[in-house]
């Protein structure tokens, strides 16, 4: 037997700038997006709290609500930082019977476009790889494989992984290359070598892309198909 609700609290572990606590709050009388981050809180605050989303500073370790009390824990591309032995006892503590922990986080775009798919992966794959793969955490390695080690099992028997998810949005080359500065590896590459080194990988990775797609348009007029795949694990709180 599932449980039936009512659904009516939610959370959103390392909710970063609170994007994906509010796609929760359409299903839920309350949703709080919490962070260990006080400067993502003041962002997610600023996107407007609306009138059930709410946001909190607070570790993933330790989650500031009673036994028994919420519907939903979900954490979105944030689990591989936290001490998930100490998290998963924290959704425990605070899961209703039949609640649902859910884990997605999703791998770098791919440009979707045609017979040049592969082509174009293998440029950003090399910014990753050889220009920046040095600059990365350890939990980088945890989101390529998708949170396929052991660590990340959800400690409920009633689970299940699902890898179908794809969401695909249109940019232009200049907005993939701007997406790239985004990565925590081209940051900390940025903080050790400086803004012109910085701006050199950028450059590059904009050249080989364009020249790639010959053609005769600006990155800035050219668009791409980027597509996000997702990975998802879920575990359900036994109800008794
Ligand atoms: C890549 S962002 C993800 C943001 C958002 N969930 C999304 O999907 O766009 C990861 C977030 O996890 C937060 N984080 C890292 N360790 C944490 C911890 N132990 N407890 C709570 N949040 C944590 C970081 O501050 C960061 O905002």
Do not use: M, N, R, V
């Given at each position: 037997m599932v449980y039936q609700g009512p659904f009516t609290a939610a959370i959103d572990v390392g909710?970063?700038?609170g994007q994906s606590t509010h796609i929760l709050s359409p299903h839920f009388t309350s949703v709080t997006g919490l962070d260990i981050s006080q400067a993502q809180i003041t962002e997610a605050t600023k996107l407007g709290t609306g009138t059930n989303v709410f946001f909190k500073v607070s570790?993933?370790?330790?989650?500031?609500f009673s036994e028994c009390s919420l519907q939903l824990v979900t954490a979105g591309q944030a689990c591989?930082?936290?001490?998930l032995p100490k998290f998963y006892e924290e959704v425990d503590r605070i899961l209703v019977p039949g609640g649902v922990l859910a884990l997605y986080g999703y791998a770098f775009p791919q440009p979707i476009y045609g017979d040049l798919t592969e082509k174009l992966y293998d440029i950003i794959n090399y910014v990753y790889?050889?220009?920046?793969?040095?600059?990365?955490?350890?939990?980088r390695k945890d989101v390529d494989a998708a949170y396929?080690?052991?660590?990340?099992?959800?400690?409920?028997?009633s689970n299940t992984r699902d890898d179908t998810h794809y969401v695909d949005k249109s940019a232009t080359v200049a907005e993939l290359t701007g997406y790239i500065t985004s990565w925590s590896g081209f940051q900390n590459f940025k903080a050790k070598n400086g803004d012109v080194a910085a701006q050199e990988i950028l450059d590059r990775f904009q050249n080989r892309i364009m020249s790639t797609l010959n053609?005769?348009?600006?990155p800035e007029d050219t668009q791409l198909c980027l597509r996000f795949k997702f990975f998802l694990i879920m575990g359900r709180k036994p109800l008794s």
């Open positions: 909710c970063g700038s570790g993933a370790e330790k989650l500031p591989h930082w936290f001490d790889e050889k220009d920046t793969g040095g600059y990365w955490g350890s939990g396929s080690h052991q660590k990340f099992s959800i400690p409920y028997s053609l005769t348009t600006s």
